[in-house]
């Protein structure tokens, strides 16, 4: 991992969604690092506990469609910080399926995490942002926002749904809350892994292609780019969706 400069977030207080594993987990153990509190948020209570105990933060279990439960956690995760002044919501879940082989269960269930969710923790999050000068939200895309694959449809249409919708919260919140999205390519995830499984060993090789780089990110570049996004140093940039994919997008 790379060397950080020390204390970028003391002081801090993030919750963190989907953090018991991927994007999530790495970005919770570098925002640790940095010096701010979290509180991890997820689905699976007992990973979200494992992930906490290390780096000293709060485990909440929570489904971020279920908008009462969403309110609860939000409540319980700035009463255990005392405080809420960061956002990153990582929760998320992938689907590969051409759009003519989509059932609409899926596409609900594929909207319902990526885009409600989000939603969910930002209209519980705002009114306890709005007491702390400097809070951020950073919104968890992807490159399949920017440029869609062969398939994913659904998965594509939530996460293009989850960048415009940072950039009207963005638009919403400012000057008092920065709001940014990341747009990430595969990384070395769960996620990510389980849908190259899916392919052989031609798939695969022709899906890192498409990357400049020669390969995909790993958890802990992306989660650098959050925490520019969550830090001081970012503070006139709001509003963006920044791409962070090894050149998927533009190669």
């Not at 003519?100 to 209209?123: K, Y």
């Not at 398939?151 to 996460?159: D, E, I, P, Q």
Request: charged letters at 20%; glycine letters at 10%.
């Amino acid at each position: 991992m790379a060397d950080h400069t020390a204390g970028r977030l003391v002081g801090r207080k993030v919750l963190i969604t989907g953090a018991a594993s991927g994007l999530g987990l790495a970005t919770a153990q570098l925002f640790a690092e940095q010096g701010a509190q979290l509180a991890l948020l997820d689905l699976d209570g007992a990973a979200a506990r494992r992930a906490a105990g290390p780096i000293g933060g709060h485990a909440i279990e929570v489904d971020v469609t279920d908008e009462w439960a969403v309110q609860k956690a939000v409540a319980e995760a700035a009463e255990a910080m005392g405080g809420l002044d960061g956002v990153v919501n990582s929760a998320g879940i992938m689907c590969g399926d051409k759009l003519v082989d989509t059932s609409v269960a899926t596409w609900q269930r594929v909207l319902d995490v990526n885009m409600t969710g989000p939603f969910l923790i930002c209209r519980a999050a705002v009114p306890l942002l709005r007491q702390r000068a400097g809070s951020t939200i950073v919104n968890i895309a992807s490159a399949q926002a920017i440029l869609p694959g062969l398939s994913g449809g659904a998965y594509a249409a939530s996460k293009a749904g989850v960048m415009v919708f940072t950039k009207s919260l963005a638009a919403e919140l400012a000057p008092d809350i920065r709001a940014n999205a990341i747009c990430p390519g595969a990384a070395t995830t769960p996620m990510s892994d389980a849908a190259m499984a899916a392919l052989d060993e031609a798939g695969r090789a022709a899906f890192v292609k498409r990357y400049a780089i020669g390969r995909f990110s790993r958890p802990d570049e992306v989660a650098n780019a959050i925490l520019f996004l969550t830090a001081d140093e970012s503070s006139s940039v709001t509003g963006i969706a920044l791409a962070v994919d090894g050149g998927r997008t533009f190669h």
